[in-house]
């Protein structure tokens, strides 16, 4: 039997603002395109316009970490966390966002 992943990263690319945040804390699934400065879902399936631009991409993961830290640290918010059980967005930490 198949083990389906918990949870989702939808990253909507067509809205990164290329800050480089996401590549700079989780290197391990995050890097920055030098083409055009946006960052990269490494192993993630690109959805793409018809003109062939990839504007999001997905990765199914077993679970959170490190992958809210992402998620958390994205000024724009175009990287969202989905629990695939329900459906719903992974609300955020609230101990990484006290200041």
């Not at 690319?13 to 030098?34: H, Q, S, T, Y």
């Not at 959805?47 to 062939?52: A, F, H, R, T, V």
């Amino acid at each position: 039997m198949v083990k389906k992943s918990a949870f989702q990263i939808v990253y909507h690319r067509a809205g990164c603002i290329e800050c480089g945040a996401c590549a700079k804390l989780v290197p391990d699934f995050w890097k920055m395109n030098p083409e055009d400065n946006k960052a990269v879902l490494i192993g993630g399936t690109d959805i793409k316009s018809q003109n062939g631009v990839i504007m999001k991409q997905t990765l199914d993961v077993d679970g959170i970490e490190p992958h809210w830290v992402a998620f958390e640290c994205c000024p724009i918010k175009v990287i969202k966390l989905y629990d695939k059980q329900t459906n719903q967005l992974v609300p955020l930490r609230k101990e990484f966002n006290k200041k």
